[in-house]
């Protein structure tokens, strides 16, 4: 019988969802992280694009789950599927990653260090919304992510109890009960690249929200309008080696 | 429906007060009693002490107890200072009747402890200490006004106790109660972590540890949502004991090594994993059970497990010679007639199994200490394998309370004198003996004592 925490030798397995990715930063998101990790875990939430086929082209991917139908409106149901699948290939530590998201070189070289350690349970890093390009992010009352830490490595202790909560929208990437569990809020960084693209593709995403939750029942509705505004605070990014 | 009483004479009830008739925190649970049974009353200060009582209510002073006859009567002690006076007795049952712990010194809390643990039964106010008490023994009472059902049960308890019938049918139908009214809450007020956890320690008393685990699970999702900072060691490790009392000790090894932060919980959870490995599969559930506070089943399955491993001859497998070490034991093995205890722990060398029998032994003293069983302790622990010094101290400092519980006063303080010869600090349990007598001459004068 092994300790549940392992000090080295430990295997990392990404852990990603995605819906219609062709086109976008799927294949640079899979070249980045086949460079990081061990092992990959998709679930695809019934594409119609071509997704899987694209996942399927990366030798880390070792599991692909595809679904017929979306469950795009029950999210939690989607995140307990990724984890589930995640865990039967029993992993040492998860990254939970989405489609659109990088990591930053700095903290691609230390991720190591970060789970080759049997002091804690979990990992959070800095998300930094890039907003309208690559080259700034954003940084206001709506839109700051990175001023918090957001959970993206666990530790996989097989039998402990991992739930998520039972919500439609908005539900964490990982199981809210990692966080009881002694956990690291580093500095290391990454950026999500979902609001990087033109106006075009803003309005688009708005328009999905609204449509979505016009009420503000999973999120804010000041937060939806601040998506359209014309002059939003932005910082240029500095990529830390 | 009530056992009748084995009794044909009519039992009596005999009070060792918390203060007089007019003060004691006790007067509502007594006035039903005083109503239907005549109750003597501990003091020598009537007239103090008896002001405004019932006419059958009348003193006994503390020289006339020794000349009652105690196998008629049921004591009910309100004060833990009166535990040396009264266990010597030994009443025909003994009723421990007590606030909670607020306000008590180290000391006081201590004497409260053994005459919880030496008590035939206990009633409580408070619902803290009453679930604390659960995991230490059984017969325990909680009258707390949450649920009327409940304080029904527990003013039931008290009047069989002075009808001479030991209320224990009564403590499970209490729990069964205390358990509805909290999934009764639950149903109201939707989900609540505290509540949860209180559900799932209720369903684990009364043997439902399946049910137990999906209450806690529930209280710990809850517990994380709010922010809890104590959720994993908190309400999580809980569910250690009750997967370990599932027998699913792989499972339960893990949850416990979950929430093994400190050094200690981890060095607790290797030895577990070790143990397992070894297929000590009993050691390690009294060991997971003893890292929940669960000491009353600890203590009994240690003491079926000692029972176990007592060689027909009635030796036990520790050695005789306790100056012997651990492989001096092993060459020593035609003192030994082990048994195998456990299927799953068959084929095992005597060495190891000795090995075992003294660390089961060490458990069980230490669980019977920490449910105040002070007399039950004593008789498991065997000079012959004293070691240290400090080993030596602790004995005769047990060996002494024990004997002062029994009533050999004067072979008491000749314990606590060799404790003494051998730790200077072991003059306190003289202190305390004399605290103890000044204690109990204020309660029979009609007053109230404290030990600060």
Same mark, same amino acid.
């Given at each position: 019988m092994q300790s549940l925490r392992k000090a080295s030798g430990n295997k990392l397995t990404a852990m990603m969802q995605v819906r219609n990715e062709c086109g976008r930063y799927l294949e640079a998101s899979l070249a980045q992280l086949s460079d990081v990790v061990d092992e990959i875990v998709i679930v695809?939430?019934?594409?119609?694009?071509?997704?899987?086929?694209?996942?399927?082209?990366?030798?880390?991917?070792?599991?692909?789950?595809?679904?017929?139908?979306?469950?795009? !409106?029950?999210?939690?149901?989607?995140?307990?599927?990724?984890?589930?699948?995640?865990?039967?290939?029993?992993?040492? &530590?998860?990254?939970?990653?989405?489609?659109?998201?990088?990591?930053?070189?700095?903290?691609?070289?230390?991720?190591?260090?970060?789970?080759?350690?049997?002091?804690?349970?979990?990992?959070?890093?800095?998300?930094?919304?890039? &907003? *309208?390009?690559?080259?700034? @992010?954003?940084?206001?009352? &709506?839109?700051?992510?990175?001023?918090?830490?957001?959970?993206?490595?666990?530790?996989?202790?097989? *039998?402990?109890?991992?739930?998520?909560?039972?919500?439609?929208?908005?539900?964490?990437?990982?199981?809210?009960?990692?966080?009881?569990?002694?956990?690291?809020?580093?500095?290391?960084?990454?950026?999500?690249? *979902? &609001?990087? !693209?033109?106006?075009?593709?803003?309005?688009?995403? @708005?328009?999905?929200?609204k449509q979505l939750d016009p009420d503000g029942r999973w999120g804010n509705i000041d937060q939806y309008e601040s998506i359209l505004d014309p002059a939003p605070n932005l910082i240029r990014w500095v990529e830390e080696e | 429906m009530k056992p009748t009483s084995t009794t044909s004479e009519r039992p009596y009830a005999v009070v060792f007060p918390d203060a007089s008739w007019g003060n004691t925190l006790f007067s509502d649970q007594l006035s039903p009693i005083a109503a239907k049974h005549p109750v003597r009353w501990v003091t020598n200060n009537p007239q103090r002490a008896l002001a405004g009582a019932p006419s059958n209510v009348t003193a006994i002073s503390t020289d006339e107890l020794h000349h009652m006859d105690w196998s008629q009567a049921t004591a009910f002690v309100l004060h833990p200072c009166w535990a040396a006076t009264v266990l010597p007795l030994r009443p025909r049952l003994l009723?421990?009747?007590? =606030?909670?712990?607020?306000?008590?010194?180290?000391?006081?809390? =201590?004497?409260?402890?053994?005459?919880?643990?030496?008590? =035939?039964?206990?009633?409580?106010?408070?619902? %803290?200490?009453?679930?604390?008490?659960?995991?230490?023994?059984?017969?325990?009472?909680?009258?707390?006004?949450?649920?009327?059902?409940?304080?029904?049960?527990?003013?039931?308890?008290?009047?069989?106790?002075?009808?001479?019938?030991? %209320?224990?049918?009564?403590?499970?139908?209490?729990?069964?109660?205390?358990e509805a009214a909290y999934r009764e809450r639950l149903s109201e007020t939707g989900g609540s972590s505290t509540l949860m956890f209180y559900r799932s320690v209720y369903l684990y008393l009364l043997g439902d540890a399946v049910g137990a685990e999906r209450e806690l699970l529930g209280a710990f999702e809850q517990a994380v949502l709010q922010g809890d900072e104590h959720a994993l060691d908190g309400i999580y490790r809980f569910r250690s004991a009750l997967l370990a009392s599932q027998g699913k000790l792989e499972s339960a090894v893990q949850a416990y090594e979950a929430t093994a932060i400190t050094a200690v919980e981890r060095a607790n959870a290797e030895e577990l994993r070790r143990r397992l490995v070894h297929g000590e599969r009993s050691l390690v559930t009294v060991m997971l059970l003893r890292l929940n506070d669960d000491h009353r089943e600890a203590a009994s399955r240690l003491e079926r497990l000692l029972n176990e491993l007592i060689v027909d001859t009635g030796e036990s497998i520790v050695p005789m010679d306790g100056d012997k070490s651990a492989d001096q034991m092993l060459s020593a093995e035609s003192k030994w007639k082990v048994e195998e205890v456990h299927a799953g722990e068959l084929g095992r060398s005597k060495h190891e199994q000795a090995a075992q029998a003294m660390t089961a032994r060490r458990l069980l003293i230490d669980s019977l200490l920490q449910a105040g069983c002070v007399r039950r302790a004593s008789q498991w622990f065997e000079s012959n394998t004293i070691q240290t010094a400090r080993d030596r101290t602790d004995y005769e400092l047990l060996q002494g309370t024990a004997l002062l519980l029994n009533g050999s006063r004067r072979e008491a303080i000749l314990s606590f004198l060799r404790a003494t010869e051998l730790r200077q600090d072991a003059i306190g349990a003289l202190t305390e003996l004399a605290l103890l007598d000044a204690a109990v001459k204020r309660l029979a004068d009609g007053g109230t004592a404290t030990l600060k």
């Open positions: 695809d939430d019934a594409s119609t694009d071509g997704t899987p086929e694209l996942c399927r082209s990366f030798p880390k991917v070792v599991r692909l789950v595809e679904l017929r139908r979306p469950l795009f !409106g029950e999210e939690w149901k989607l995140r307990s599927l990724l984890w589930e699948t995640a865990v039967s290939t029993e992993p040492d &530590w998860l990254l939970a990653i989405d489609a659109d998201e990088f990591l930053e070189r700095r903290t691609i070289r230390r991720i190591r260090e970060l789970i080759d350690q049997d002091q804690y349970d979990w990992a959070a890093l800095r998300m930094y919304d890039f &907003w *309208g390009s690559l080259t700034h @992010y954003r940084d206001d009352l &709506w839109w700051n992510l990175h001023r918090r830490h957001t959970m993206m490595l666990v530790r996989y202790l097989p *039998g402990f109890h991992y739930a998520y909560p039972r919500w439609d929208h908005h539900v964490p990437r990982l199981p809210i009960t990692c966080a009881a569990l002694p956990g690291l809020r580093s500095e290391l960084r990454a950026k999500h690249f *979902g &609001w990087a !693209g033109d106006e075009e593709n803003q309005r688009a995403k @708005y328009n999905r929200y | 009723g421990a009747w007590t =606030s909670g712990s607020a306000g008590e010194d180290q000391l006081e809390a =201590s004497w409260r402890g053994r005459l919880a643990g030496e008590a =035939s039964f206990v009633l409580t106010l408070s619902e %803290p200490y009453y679930l604390d008490l659960s995991f230490r023994r059984d017969n325990v009472f909680v009258l707390d006004g949450a649920d009327e059902t409940s304080d029904w049960f527990a003013s039931q308890a008290g009047l069989w106790a002075a009808d001479g019938t030991d %209320p224990l049918p009564l403590c499970r139908l209490q729990r069964q109660r205390r």
